[in-house]
């Protein structure tokens, strides 16, 4: 299987994610677009909660398209509510510090099929 993550970043940024079975055969796909609500704040809130978060990915009981349900690092906290499966999905993804929403991301995508 090949990833390819397509990624244009800045403080509001987007993506697509695919998955190939083989070199040209795309199987699963997600677009993203995310948006730092306290652009003060966009490192600090990588490096403490979006950063571990994605390294708990499929450490819970929801499909492992993003990270868990919720992850905290001290001040930092770390959601991800997802509907759906591998074959449709929806998602939101925030990062509160302090309880203030700092992050927000929108995500969907599933199988890809010919």
Known sequence: MIYHDTYFDGTNFMGEEVVYEE??????GMNYYGVTLDETLSEEAVDKALRPALMQVGSDDIIPVRGPKEYINGDYKYTFDVSGNLDYFEGEESIYKNDKNIYSLKCHGGKIQK
């Open 23 to 28: 070199k040209d055969t795309p199987i699963l």
